[in-house]
């Protein structure tokens, strides 16, 4: 099968279904005004998105579950960009329109995890609900009109991964403090009483430390935000 596939812009709209489970299409340019829904969709071996000039719309689902895809690159308007349109694109790490975006739908790239940077040079008239949900690596979000609705969502998902992080180093906090008061009860059961005051002291360290990040982690869930 192939591994590259160019539509031209006298390919005005590209089918819904058209390329769908196209397991061999590694890189993809298009010219079309329109991407129907679910055209590309578990293309697995799909990489790149480049497509030039104005485009209608991007359907839903358009390149839903398309795993490996890393990159889109888009070099002008788009109308719409559909409900799930990228959904679940797990290694994708940059998504860029060199235009403005009438309607972001909803989930348009939810559970792309693996995002680190979304622009939009123009604006962005409507986005849908959870449209970079689960986007938990996203560093850049660089948009003309940064609406409410989309910097909730930001904060919403770095708050998510800062909780995770402290959470982890909780964990690690407590995995040390179980081990330090095995050894104190192995020193006490021994008699070595200068060594176990200094486990003691250090088992105290710890407790404080471990207060310390359950604070900070109230403090991001009650909204005082610490990034």
Not at 141 to 157: G, H, M, R, V
């Amino acid at each position: 099968g192939f591994t590259t596939l160019t539509v031209p812009a006298s390919v005005g709209e590209i089918g819904n279904y058209a390329f769908s489970d196209c397991d061999g299409l590694e890189d993809l340019t298009v010219r079309t005004d329109i991407i129907g829904d679910y055209a590309f969709y578990d293309c697995d071996a799909l990489q790149s998105l480049i497509a030039t000039g104005n485009m209608n719309s991007i359907g839903q689902y358009a390149f839903n579950g398309c795993g490996e895809l890393s990159m889109v690159n888009i070099n002008g308007n788009v109308g719409t960009i559909g409900e799930n349109a990228f959904n679940d694109c797990d290694k994708m790490t940059l998504f860029q329109i060199t235009g403005s975006v009438n309607t972001l739908g909803n989930k348009a790239l939810y559970d792309c995890n693996a995002l680190e940077d979304a622009k939009i040079s123009g604006t962005v008239n409507s986005i849908g609900e959870y449209a970079f949900y689960n986007c938990d690596k996203l560093n850049t979000l660089d948009f003309i009109d940064k609406t409410e609705k989309i910097k909730i969502e930001y904060q919403e998902n770095t708050n998510k991964k800062n909780i995770s992080e402290k959470e982890k180093s909780k964990e690690e906090l407590l995995t040390q403090k179980k081990e330090k008061e095995n050894k104190l009860t192995e020193e006490k059961q021994n008699g070595y009483t200068d060594y176990y005051y200094s486990l003691e002291n250090e088992i105290n360290k710890i407790e404080e430390q471990v207060t310390e990040i359950e604070f900070e982690i109230s403090k991001i869930k009650n909204g005082y935000y610490d990034n």
